[in-house]
Protein backbone atom coordinates (compact mmCIF):
# COMPACT_ATOMS: atom_id res chain seq x y z
CA UNK A 1 0.00 0.00 0.00
CA UNK A 2 1.12 3.78 -0.97
CA UNK A 3 2.17 5.33 2.42
CA UNK A 4 3.91 7.81 4.65
CA UNK A 5 6.40 6.29 6.83
CA UNK A 6 8.39 8.20 9.46
CA UNK A 7 11.67 6.63 11.52
CA UNK A 8 12.16 6.32 14.25
CA UNK A 9 8.78 6.48 16.03
CA UNK A 10 10.50 7.33 19.07
CA UNK A 11 13.26 9.43 19.66
CA UNK A 12 15.06 10.40 22.75
CA UNK A 13 18.01 12.92 22.60
CA UNK A 14 19.98 14.86 25.37
CA UNK A 15 19.36 18.87 25.90
CA UNK A 16 21.29 20.39 22.58
CA UNK A 17 22.44 17.16 21.15
CA UNK A 18 21.51 17.24 17.34
CA UNK A 19 18.65 14.99 15.71
CA UNK A 20 17.36 13.97 12.55
CA UNK A 21 13.96 12.63 11.53
CA UNK A 22 13.24 11.26 8.94
CA UNK A 23 10.15 10.66 6.16
CA UNK A 24 9.72 8.39 3.14
CA UNK A 25 6.37 7.95 0.93
CA UNK A 26 5.85 5.77 -2.03
CA UNK A 27 2.85 8.09 -3.05
CA UNK A 28 4.83 9.84 -5.72
CA UNK A 29 3.39 13.00 -4.04
CA UNK A 30 5.66 16.85 -4.96
CA UNK A 31 5.15 18.38 -2.11
CA UNK A 32 5.97 17.55 1.69
CA UNK A 33 5.11 19.10 4.76
CA UNK A 34 6.55 19.11 8.80
CA UNK A 35 4.06 19.64 11.07
CA UNK A 36 4.93 19.75 15.22
CA UNK A 37 2.49 19.00 17.49
CA UNK A 38 2.75 19.58 21.45
CA UNK A 39 0.37 17.77 23.71
CA UNK A 40 -3.51 18.71 22.91
CA UNK A 41 -2.61 21.01 20.15
CA UNK A 42 -3.10 20.79 17.06
CA UNK A 43 -0.60 20.39 14.26
CA UNK A 44 1.69 23.21 13.35
CA UNK A 45 2.99 23.77 10.22
CA UNK A 46 7.10 24.07 10.61
CA UNK A 47 7.72 24.15 6.63
CA UNK A 48 7.29 22.50 3.50
CA UNK A 49 8.47 21.59 0.18
CA UNK A 50 6.97 22.50 -2.86
CA UNK A 51 9.05 19.90 -5.47
CA UNK A 52 12.66 21.28 -4.59
CA UNK A 53 11.46 24.49 -3.45
CA UNK A 54 11.37 24.92 0.42
CA UNK A 55 9.25 26.98 1.96
CA UNK A 56 9.61 28.10 5.74
CA UNK A 57 6.82 29.42 8.00
CA UNK A 58 7.61 32.52 9.28
CA UNK A 59 7.65 31.85 13.10
CA UNK A 60 9.37 28.45 12.73
CA UNK A 61 13.12 28.93 14.79
CA UNK A 62 16.07 28.89 13.21
CA UNK A 63 16.88 25.31 15.72
CA UNK A 64 14.68 23.40 12.83
CA UNK A 65 15.79 22.95 9.54
CA UNK A 66 15.13 20.85 6.57
CA UNK A 67 16.41 18.44 3.22
CA UNK A 68 14.49 16.87 0.72
CA UNK A 69 17.13 14.90 -0.86
CA UNK A 70 14.78 13.26 -3.68
CA UNK A 71 11.05 13.22 -4.48
CA UNK A 72 10.22 9.73 -1.58
CA UNK A 73 12.20 11.87 1.58
CA UNK A 74 12.32 13.95 3.51
CA UNK A 75 14.54 15.16 6.88
CA UNK A 76 14.02 17.32 9.88
CA UNK A 77 17.06 18.53 11.48
CA UNK A 78 16.84 19.68 14.95
CA UNK A 79 20.18 21.68 15.67
CA UNK A 80 20.47 21.67 19.61
CA UNK A 81 16.78 20.49 21.27
CA UNK A 82 15.22 22.64 23.81
CA UNK A 83 13.01 21.04 26.62
CA UNK A 84 10.33 22.98 24.63
CA UNK A 85 11.09 20.83 21.34
CA UNK A 86 9.68 17.80 22.53
CA UNK A 87 6.66 16.77 21.24
CA UNK A 88 5.06 14.81 18.14
CA UNK A 89 6.36 15.70 14.85
CA UNK A 90 4.03 14.82 11.57
CA UNK A 91 5.31 14.42 8.26
CA UNK A 92 2.39 14.64 5.63
CA UNK A 93 2.53 14.96 1.54
CA UNK A 94 0.05 16.26 -1.03
CA UNK A 95 -0.24 16.80 -4.64
CA UNK A 96 -0.49 19.63 -6.46
CA UNK A 97 0.23 18.06 -9.78
CA UNK A 98 -3.06 15.69 -9.05
CA UNK A 99 -4.86 18.48 -7.66
CA UNK A 100 -5.06 16.58 -4.61
CA UNK A 101 -5.74 18.65 -1.62
CA UNK A 102 -6.00 16.56 1.31
CA UNK A 103 -2.59 15.59 2.88
CA UNK A 104 -1.67 12.12 4.11
CA UNK A 105 0.01 11.57 7.30
CA UNK A 106 2.44 9.49 8.56
CA UNK A 107 2.20 7.73 12.00
CA UNK A 108 4.54 10.41 13.48
CA UNK A 109 7.85 10.97 15.72
CA UNK A 110 7.49 11.25 19.40
CA UNK A 111 10.38 13.37 20.26
CA UNK A 112 11.81 12.99 23.92
CA UNK A 113 14.46 15.75 25.47
CA UNK A 114 16.31 15.01 28.40
CA UNK B 1 -7.30 35.38 6.86
CA UNK B 2 -8.57 31.92 7.33
CA UNK B 3 -9.36 29.95 10.62
CA UNK B 4 -11.18 27.42 11.95
CA UNK B 5 -13.33 26.95 15.21
CA UNK B 6 -14.00 24.01 16.87
CA UNK B 7 -15.53 25.59 19.70
CA UNK B 8 -16.40 21.75 21.61
CA UNK B 9 -12.93 21.18 23.12
CA UNK B 10 -14.15 18.06 25.11
CA UNK B 11 -17.39 15.63 24.70
CA UNK B 12 -18.29 12.60 26.08
CA UNK B 13 -20.79 10.55 24.33
CA UNK B 14 -22.73 6.90 25.28
CA UNK B 15 -21.32 3.76 23.42
CA UNK B 16 -24.43 3.84 20.82
CA UNK B 17 -25.52 6.87 21.28
CA UNK B 18 -25.38 9.70 18.24
CA UNK B 19 -22.80 11.63 17.44
CA UNK B 20 -22.32 15.59 16.41
CA UNK B 21 -18.71 17.49 16.58
CA UNK B 22 -19.18 21.22 15.20
CA UNK B 23 -16.93 22.67 12.93
CA UNK B 24 -16.86 26.43 11.70
CA UNK B 25 -14.34 28.43 9.00
CA UNK B 26 -13.52 32.05 7.88
CA UNK B 27 -12.70 31.95 4.45
CA UNK B 28 -13.96 34.48 1.50
CA UNK B 29 -14.95 31.50 -0.82
CA UNK B 30 -15.63 27.76 -0.24
CA UNK B 31 -12.90 26.33 1.22
CA UNK B 32 -11.52 22.61 0.70
CA UNK B 33 -13.07 20.76 4.30
CA UNK B 34 -11.36 18.21 5.82
CA UNK B 35 -11.98 15.77 8.88
CA UNK B 36 -9.34 14.11 10.58
CA UNK B 37 -8.91 11.56 13.35
CA UNK B 38 -5.68 10.88 15.82
CA UNK B 39 -6.07 8.23 18.13
CA UNK B 40 -3.36 8.70 21.23
CA UNK B 41 0.53 8.69 19.63
CA UNK B 42 -0.54 8.21 16.39
CA UNK B 43 -0.92 10.62 13.21
CA UNK B 44 -3.98 11.87 11.77
CA UNK B 45 -6.11 9.59 9.73
CA UNK B 46 -8.20 11.58 6.77
CA UNK B 47 -11.88 10.68 8.01
CA UNK B 48 -14.20 12.88 4.67
CA UNK B 49 -13.68 15.55 2.58
CA UNK B 50 -15.68 18.08 0.91
CA UNK B 51 -14.62 19.88 -2.40
CA UNK B 52 -17.83 20.31 -3.87
CA UNK B 53 -21.27 18.75 -5.11
CA UNK B 54 -23.45 17.25 -2.82
CA UNK B 55 -23.40 19.15 0.76
CA UNK B 56 -23.46 15.78 2.54
CA UNK B 57 -20.57 13.81 2.67
CA UNK B 58 -19.88 10.34 3.51
CA UNK B 59 -16.31 8.96 5.70
CA UNK B 60 -14.90 6.40 6.67
CA UNK B 61 -16.13 4.51 9.61
CA UNK B 62 -19.76 5.23 9.54
CA UNK B 63 -18.82 8.98 9.77
CA UNK B 64 -20.70 11.66 7.86
CA UNK B 65 -20.47 15.64 7.02
CA UNK B 66 -23.05 18.04 6.35
CA UNK B 67 -21.47 21.38 4.70
CA UNK B 68 -23.73 24.57 5.21
CA UNK B 69 -22.62 27.51 3.03
CA UNK B 70 -24.70 29.77 4.97
CA UNK B 71 -23.75 29.07 8.67
CA UNK B 72 -19.96 28.25 7.43
CA UNK B 73 -20.07 25.03 9.00
CA UNK B 74 -18.61 22.21 8.42
CA UNK B 75 -20.44 19.27 11.19
CA UNK B 76 -18.87 15.88 11.62
CA UNK B 77 -21.52 13.25 12.36
CA UNK B 78 -22.28 9.58 13.86
CA UNK B 79 -25.38 7.80 14.42
CA UNK B 80 -24.05 5.13 16.71
CA UNK B 81 -20.68 5.70 18.88
CA UNK B 82 -18.53 2.94 19.07
CA UNK B 83 -16.10 2.83 21.99
CA UNK B 84 -13.26 2.90 19.66
CA UNK B 85 -14.28 5.95 18.21
CA UNK B 86 -12.56 7.55 21.34
CA UNK B 87 -9.29 9.92 19.82
CA UNK B 88 -9.50 13.42 19.26
CA UNK B 89 -10.98 14.57 15.84
CA UNK B 90 -9.39 17.83 13.65
CA UNK B 91 -11.56 19.67 11.64
CA UNK B 92 -9.34 21.99 8.36
CA UNK B 93 -9.47 23.81 6.11
CA UNK B 94 -7.58 23.58 2.70
CA UNK B 95 -7.78 26.74 0.04
CA UNK B 96 -5.13 25.55 -2.89
CA UNK B 97 -4.05 21.80 -3.38
CA UNK B 98 -0.16 21.94 -2.46
CA UNK B 99 -0.27 24.21 0.45
CA UNK B 100 -0.74 24.06 4.03
CA UNK B 101 -3.91 22.77 6.13
CA UNK B 102 -5.54 25.32 8.52
CA UNK B 103 -6.63 23.36 11.60
CA UNK B 104 -9.03 23.81 14.71
CA UNK B 105 -7.40 22.92 17.84
CA UNK B 106 -9.74 19.72 17.90
CA UNK B 107 -12.24 18.02 19.78
CA UNK B 108 -11.64 15.08 22.12
CA UNK B 109 -13.86 12.65 22.27
CA UNK B 110 -14.55 10.12 25.19
CA UNK B 111 -16.70 7.60 24.73
CA UNK B 112 -18.50 5.89 28.19
CA UNK B 113 -19.96 2.82 28.48
Known amino acids: DAMVIQNPRYQVTQFGKPVTLSCSQT?????MYWYQQKSSQAPKLLFHYYDKDFNNEADTPDNFQSRRPNTSFCFLDIRSPGLGDAAMYLCATSSQRGRIYEQYFGPGTRLTVT | AQSVTQPDIHITVSEGASLELRCNYS??????LFWYVQSPGQGLQLLLK??????LVQGIKGFEAEFKRSQSSFNLRKPSVHWSDAAEYFC???????????FGKGTTLSVSS
Open chain 2, 50 to 55: YFSGDT
Open chain 2, 27 to 32: YGATPY
Open chain 1, 27 to 31: LNHNV
Open chain 2, 92 to 102: AVGVQAGTALI
